[in-house]
């Protein structure tokens, strides 16, 4: 259970801190013809882009809280700055091309910063379904349910939404439990086999 | 190329899924295909959903891989779905036997008794 929080809340941390992979991996990026002509044309101006991280949700503009500037002059650097006291880190030396790769995600977060945090579904019926799902396929079907309550939670709200994931979660759960059971089954019927013929 | 014949056999719940699958191309994950196939007015849980899916996958009809991690899903990734020849090849064997076993339409709409 702890170890399944610890998961859910992977994304509710900063992303301040992250590397240049982690990043990108956890950002849709999408490629920007505009922005890598300005990077391919030696510019040594600072190109200003910062991304702002508050309670876990992804911000897109000025506040005190923490920044995260991406400067290029013959070299980019990812810079992080602290909040209040304004001290600047750096956190890796990369390449342009290293650069684009940054940029793109932090082009990626300001399309998917979210206006007003979004709706969490019901963590007891998400941690039940957890239990009954194999490894490879909990973050899929997870993540589906949860794209599917935010759009049900817009369209009729949170009760019935909250209503909708419950009983979405129940009745998953024979159909999952069942291939269980048949996988099972496989085991000691070769079991029984093996017993009898080897 | 001879298929084997076990693998033209698929059952009616898989054979919308393989074709919701078709319908979506590019954009086939889980969530998708899920509020197609409610789009028919057939009530699906995902769990039910997703074992179908691996079993399609685990039959050598459909493939599948990762996406990117996105933040509105909670940080998961989504997992896209492609109908493969041979999937193909099972919805063609599929259409085929219900168009044989139809009946003819003097009977459907009650010319001939």
């Known amino acids: ?198 | 190329m001879v298929m084997q014949k076990s693998t033209y056999y698929i059952a009616e719940f898989e054979e919308l899924v393989l074709l919701a699958i078709l319908k979506l191309g590019a954009n086939a994950y889980g969530a998708a295909i899920h509020e197609a196939l409610e789009d028919t007015g057939r009530s699906v849980t995902i769990g039910a959903l997703y074992t179908t899916l691996s079993r399609l996958e685990g039959k050598g009809l459909i493939s599948s891989w990762m996406g990117q991690p996105t933040i509105e899903r909670g940080g998961r990734a989504k997992k896209y779905f492609k109908v493969l020849a041979t999937g193909a090849r099972a919805l063609q064997a599929a259409e085929s036997a219900r168009r044989h076993l139809l009946p003819l339409p003097t009977f459907a709409f009650g010319g001939v008794q």
Not at chain 1, 11 to 36: C, G, H, R, T, W
Not at chain 1, 80 to 92: A, D, F, H, Q, V
Not at chain 1, 146 to 164: L, M, N, P, S, T
């Open chain 1, 1 to 198: 259970m702890r170890r399944w929080l610890k998961n859910r809340r992977r994304f509710q941390n900063s992303i301040a801190d992250l590397s240049k992979e982690q990043v990108e991996k956890q950002l849709n990026l999408y490629f920007d013809p505009e922005m890598l002509g300005h990077l391919s044309d030696g510019q040594d101006d600072v190109i200003a882009t910062t991304f702002i991280t508050k309670n876990g949700e992804l911000f897109y503009g000025g506040g005190d809280f923490k920044k995260v500037e991406l400067q290029t002059k013959s070299k980019t650097r990812l810079v992080y700055r602290e909040s209040g006291t304004g001290k600047l880190i750096t956190l890796e030396e990369t390449t342009s091309e290293a650069a684009e790769t940054i940029f793109l995600a932090l082009d990626g977060l300001d399309n998917l910063s979210p206006k007003e945090p979004s709706p969490k579904p019901p963590t007891n019926a998400e941690y039940l379904l957890h239990l009954f799902l194999r490894g490879d396929e909990r973050d899929a079907l997870i993540g589906d349910l949860i794209e599917r309550y935010v759009g049900k939670h817009e369209r009729f709200g949170e009760r019935r939404a909250k209503v909708w994931f419950y009983s979405e979660v129940l009745r998953s759960l024979w159909p999952l439990l069942k291939r269980f059971l048949a996988k099972a089954s496989g085991f000691i019927a070769l079991g029984e086999w093996i017993r009898r013929h080897v």
